[in-house]
C-alpha cells in the first residue's frame, strides 16, 4: 500500500491553478474582443466625421485614421492568433478531468503501489494533454485562497503589483486612441 496525500495534493493544487489559468484566458479573451471593438467603433466613427469634417483632426487627419486602422487590424490578427478562447476551452477540460482524479482520490489514504503507479501516470498524462499554467496562475489562487502553500510577503506584493499594472495596462489602452484623436483635433 502506498500514501496518496501527496499525489492528492499535487492533484488538487493543479486542479486549482488550471481553474485561474481558465479565468486568466477568458479575461484575457473578453478584454481584446472589447479593445478590438472599442477600436474599431472609435476608428470608423472618427472616418464618418471626417467625411463632414475633412479639416477636423488636422492637414494629418487622413494619416491618423490610417494608422489607427493598421493598428486595428495588426491587433486582430495577434488578438486571433493567441486563440484565447480555444486555450480557455481547453483549460477548462483539463481542469475537470483532474477534478475528476482529485475526487477519485479524496476519501482515499493508501492503494496498492501498482493502483498508485496506474493514477500517477493518470496524472502525468492529463497535465501533458495542454498547455501548463503559469506561475502566476498558481500565485493566484495562493493569494486569493487560504491553503497550506501560503505565498510569502514579497509574492503578495508581487500579485498586487501585477494585478494594478495590468489594470494601468487595459486602461492606458482604452484612452490613448481617445487622447491622440482629440490632441489632433483642430477647429
Known sequence: MKNVDALKNKAWFTYKARIMAHERLMFLNKASQYLLIWYSLITVISSIVMIRFPMIFGSNGD?????????????SLVVSNRDYRGREIEMRKNYLELQNLYRELEFKNEIPIDEFSKVDDR??????????????????????????????????????????????????????????IFGMYSI
Not at 149 to 154: G, S
Open 63 to 75: 494619416i491618423l485614421l490610417t494608422c489607427i486602422s493598421l493598428f486595428v487590424l495588426v491587433l
Open 123 to 180: 496524472y502525468q498524462l492529463i497535465i501533458a494533454k495542454g498547455e501548463n499554467h503559469t506561475e502566476f496562475d498558481d500565485l493566484t489562487f495562493r493569494v486569493k485562497n487560504s491553503t497550506t502553500r501560503k505565498p510569502a510577503w514579497h509574492e503578495f506584493i508581487f500579485y498586487y503589483v501585477v494585478k494594478t499594472a495590468v489594470w494601468l495596462f487595459l486602461i492606458a489602452f482604452i484612452i490613448t486612441p481617445l487622447i491622440i
